[in-house]
């Protein structure tokens, strides 16, 4: 099996390493501006089965034969060149799968009758959340005969610059002026950054954790592909310093996108100049961190709720979010290399079916991960 990776960052590079846990035969092409990266990347193995490419993802022509004849090509960037990575691996009739949420959501969409034409399935909102989230709200959601609720939820702790990737991520969810969609009785309701508080405990924890609501893309597909979907709501959450710090960044207006300052007589955007600083020299901030990642998934009606989470034990990584997005990423691209999921057009992981769902939750616990069903009478809210 070829794979490609067009980002050979630290989701890239994990998914790299697992699928040789699985494969050592496998062949890798990885696709980066970065040097170091890339030279990362090709550490992964002594077999000489993983190419690199000094490649800009903002020239998809470029990308197209380099694209042709993979099993999969897995977009791992963050998004900015998102529809023309996709529109490079139709052309070039290459399966794709993305790990993006709601940045340009419609336009992936609305390129399904183009990739349905060439022949070329391309799953787009796949990883940890979107994507787990989405598998484990359509699975949970076939349990139940009537129409349901579903919850998503989740918490994770790691600095706020450990990348620069991690890092937009964070500003991108709270900028001024975004808002978060959610589905309440099959409408959708928008809400300001910070909206939404609600304290819960996940398994294991010993511990309230306040959620808010957070725009990921699970409201907006799972309330389109997941019939019997009448609520659907994301809720989560970083280290209570770094929401700390977000709050603080919104309530004066310093993450608005338009604001400009005055530098040396000149001006200029204030973003860039956040971002710089909150990089800093690449120390981790904050550095006393314990990375963490946990989520879980509540379907329930009045009378019963079906959860799922999903976590691993303490000291599994340092910084797990690189390795907890890849690795059901993996799982995916390799049943699309190995021709199980071959439905040609734009799909979503609400798509995949019960059994593609169980054999995801056995390979993240053979990889380490913990998972935790419950299902029980629905409680008074």
Same mark, same amino acid.
């Given at each position: 099996?070829?794979?490609? =990776?067009?980002?050979? &960052?630290?989701?890239?590079?994990?998914?790299?390493?697992?699928?040789?846990?699985?494969?050592?035969?496998? @062949?890798?092409? *990885?696709?980066?501006?970065?040097?170091?990266? $890339?030279?990362?990347?090709?550490?992964?193995?002594?077999?000489?089965?993983?190419?690199?490419?000094?490649?800009?993802?903002?020239?998809?022509?470029?990308? +197209?034969? =380099?694209?042709?004849?993979?099993?999969?090509?897995?977009?791992?960037?963050?998004?900015?060149?998102?529809?023309?990575?996709?529109?490079?691996?139709?052309?070039?009739?290459?399966?794709?799968?993305?790990? #993006?949420?709601?940045?340009?959501?419609?336009? !992936?969409?609305?390129?399904?009758?183009?990739?349905?034409?060439?022949? +070329?399935?391309? $799953?787009?909102?796949?990883?940890?959340?979107? &994507?787990?989230?989405?598998?484990?709200?359509?699975?949970?959601?076939?349990?139940?005969?009537?129409?349901?609720?579903?919850?998503?939820?989740?918490?994770?702790?790691?600095?706020?610059?450990?990348?620069?990737?991690?890092?937009?991520?964070? $500003? !991108?969810?709270?900028? #001024?002026? %975004?808002?978060?969609?959610?589905?309440?009785?099959?409408?959708?309701?928008?809400?300001?950054?910070?909206?939404?508080?609600?304290? %819960?405990?996940?398994?294991?924890?010993?511990?309230?954790?306040?959620?808010?609501?957070?725009?990921?893309?699970?409201?907006?597909?799972?309330?389109?592909?997941?019939?019997?979907?009448?609520?659907?709501?994301?809720?989560?959450?970083?280290?209570?310093?770094?929401?700390?710090?977000?709050?603080?960044?919104?309530?004066?207006?310093?993450? #608005? /996108?338009? =604001? #400009?300052?005055? %530098?040396?007589?000149?001006?200029?955007?204030?973003?860039?100049?956040?971002? @710089?600083?909150?990089?800093?020299?690449?120390?981790?901030?904050?550095?006393?961190?314990?990375?963490?990642?946990?989520?879980?998934?509540?379907?329930?009606?009045?009378?019963?709720?079906?959860?799922?989470?999903?976590?691993?034990?303490?000291?599994?990584?340092?910084? /797990?979010?690189?390795?907890?997005?890849?690795?059901?990423?993996?799982?995916?691209?390799?049943?699309?290399?190995?021709?199980? $999921?071959? *439905? /040609?057009?734009?799909?979503?992981?609400?798509?995949?079916?019960?059994?593609?769902?169980?054999?995801?939750?056995?390979?993240?616990?053979? !990889?380490?991960?913990?998972?935790?069903?419950?299902?029980? *009478? *629905?409680?008074?809210?």
């Amino acid at each position: 099996m070829k794979y490609v =990776l067009v980002g050979a &960052g630290n989701i890239g590079r994990e998914i790299i390493k697992d699928i040789l846990a699985v494969d050592q035969r496998a @062949q890798f092409l *990885a696709i980066d501006a970065n040097g170091d990266a $890339l030279k990362q990347a090709t550490a992964l193995s002594q077999r000489g089965n993983i190419d690199t490419r000094l490649v800009r993802a903002d020239d998809p022509e470029g990308l +197209v034969p =380099l694209l042709a004849g993979a099993s999969v090509a897995v977009n791992c960037t963050y998004g900015e060149r998102i529809v023309d990575i996709l529109k490079a691996c139709i052309k070039a009739r290459t399966p794709y799968i993305d790990i #993006n949420g709601t940045m340009l959501l419609d336009e !992936r969409l609305e390129l399904s009758n183009a990739a349905e034409e060439a022949g +070329v399935p391309a $799953l787009i909102c796949m990883g940890v959340s979107p &994507g787990l989230t989405n598998m484990l709200a359509a699975y949970g959601a076939r349990k139940f005969t009537s129409d349901v609720e579903i919850e998503c939820e989740y918490a994770t702790h790691r600095p706020l610059n450990i990348t620069e990737g991690l890092l937009e991520t964070a $500003l !991108r969810q709270f900028r #001024n002026g %975004v808002k978060t969609t959610a589905i309440y009785n099959r409408k959708r309701e928008q809400f300001d950054p910070f909206q939404g508080k609600k304290s %819960v405990r996940f398994p294991d924890f010993d511990e309230d954790i306040e959620l808010i609501y957070t725009p990921h893309s699970e409201p907006l597909t799972v309330s389109r592909f997941v019939k019997n979907a009448a609520t659907v709501t994301v809720r989560g959450t970083y280290e209570k310093r770094i929401m700390a710090l977000l709050e603080s960044l919104y309530e004066f207006g310093l993450l #608005n /996108p338009a =604001l #400009n300052v005055t %530098v040396n007589g000149e001006q200029t955007g204030f973003q860039p100049l956040l971002r @710089q600083a909150l990089m800093g020299d690449g120390t981790p901030k904050p550095e006393d961190i314990e990375g963490m990642y946990v989520m879980r998934v509540r379907v329930k009606n009045e009378e019963r709720e079906f959860s799922i989470t999903v976590g691993h034990p303490p000291g599994w990584e340092k910084v /797990p979010q690189g390795r907890m997005t890849a690795l059901p990423t993996s799982y995916a691209a390799q049943l699309i290399a190995a021709r199980e $999921l071959m *439905a /040609p057009g734009v799909f979503t992981p609400e798509q995949f079916t019960d059994s593609m769902v169980e054999g995801c939750l056995e390979y993240l616990v053979a !990889r380490g991960m913990q998972v935790h069903q419950d299902n029980k *009478a *629905a409680m008074a809210t």
